[in-house]
């Protein structure tokens, strides 16, 4: 991690030679300090929250981990290194020299959030009410970036363990030259990411969706609603999910947030600013979808979960493959880029899980419904009745709808995770299979408990002798 900032100095220097470039008449006590070059105005803040580079990232690990996901033959074997190394659940990924997608470009997000968060309270020419405001995107930012962080190498969220199991180094200044990271608990993480949201959603300005890379307060309770759900805390999560979907179009919406009805028409793969459905973009590249890619595919038991009306099934979303013996996969397919950001489809489907739980059947069944009426037929779109009416079964039934609705995107990962301490899950075993050119299962990888975290690269544990990794 004592590299984690180079692309950001490298950033601050071209800003610095451009500073004194256009300011040569001034003398060298007017140049600003160290730590202070980029930006000194308000405004100049506010543009740092536009950086791509908040939106678009390579930390892709998650969708090659999904039970969902199955491998086949030719192509498993002559598979990447590191797309086999966590199909195969093993902890290591990387040599000894390169750098973990897993933490590259989100520590370069937190210096930026930091950065923001630290000086634009100091910052001039804006009102404490916009400064308030710019601090608070930056504070959710940074818990959405610890969020990932946390998912990645601290281990579920476990209220018994949360404070003695090892969780992420906790940096909050933008300090490019410290190199005595170690790691503090799950507990801490989680509060610093509890603080930031809870801190930040009274001084947001604007209530509904602006522009997809920016947050609103909708964008801020439903992320905050969704770290409530990995905790297992669902009754708190249930009001913030209400006023997240109802708020979507809220005063100072500036962008449309609606579910694309698949009846009508199938919208196809729309780039991240026209993405009717997402309210906080957070890209990240997604080989498995690639038409050229063919070593990864929906298991047998994930593609039967589809009915054959589904209109996510839609031709040009979707393939197929059948083997010799009878093995259907499916492959999704279109697209180079996942959302793992604030979706309303996932807003939906988290508060159709949380009533169920919570014991409001009829509320849970009309959530799931409501989203169902946009992907499937008329006719198709109900959930069973010895399903609706029973807690588990429903609990269940909506499970696998996330899994219909998010194949291939990383998001049954997350899940995974938070079902294996779920006392409703106590029995869940995860594993991934290989399948031979006949159809024939010849390779199996169970999911042993120590990999539900990374473990940290050679490259960020050589450099950082104070972290210990895990197992």
Known sequence: MKNLYNHTIKFMLVALLVTILGSCKKSFLEILPKGRIIASKTTDYDLMLNNLDLINSSHDGQLYLGDEVAAIEPNWTGAAFRDK?????EGDLYTADEDAKETLVPLKALYIYN????????????????????????RVGRAWTYFLLINY????????????????????????????????????????????LN??????????????????KATAKGLLAKVYMSMGKFAEALPLLNESISGVTGPGA???????????AFPGFPTAVND????YTKNTNNALLSTASRVFWLTPEASALF?????????????????????????????????????????????????????????????????????????????????????????????EERIREFAMQGHRWFDMRRLSVDPLFTNSAYQHKVYNTTGVVSE??????ERFVFRFSPKAMGENPSLVNNP
């Open 254 to 264: 500036a962008v449309t947030v609606s579910l694309y009805n698949y009846n009508t």
């Open 85 to 89: 190394q966590l199909f195969k659940y």
């Open 307 to 399: 009915d054959p009306a589904d209109l996510r099934l839609n031709a040009t979303n979707y393939t197929s493959t059948t083997f010799p013996n009878g093995v259907k996969l499916l492959k999704r397919i279109g697209g180079s880029t996942t959302n793992l950001g604030v979706r309303l489809s996932d807003l939906y489907l988290m508060r159709a899980e949380v009533k169920a739980r919570l014991d409001d059947l009829p509320g849970a069944v009309n959530d799931v419904v409501f989203l169902r009426q946009n992907r499937l037929p008329a006719g198709k779109q109900g959930v069973p009745t010895a399903i609706a009416g029973s807690k588990m079964p429903l609990i269940q039934f909506i499970l």
């Open 444 to 449: 199996t990888y169970a999911l042993k408990p």
């Open 115 to 138: 950065k923001i968060i630290n000086e634009v309270p100091e910052s001039i020419g804006g009102t404490e009410i916009t400064k308030n405001s710019v601090e608070a995107e930056a």
């Open 199 to 216: 801190t930040a959603i009274p001084n947001l300005i604007n209530t509904g969706v602006v522009w997809r890379g920016r947050i609103c």
């Open 276 to 279: 009717f459905e997402s309210l």
């Open 153 to 196: 190498f601290g281990k579920p969220y476990n209220p018994a363990t949360a404070s003695t199991d090892p969780g992420f180094p906790l940096i909050t200044e933008a300090d490019v030259t410290r190199t005595d990271f170690s790691r503090v608990s799950v507990q801490q993480i989680y509060d610093l990411i509890l603080s930031d």
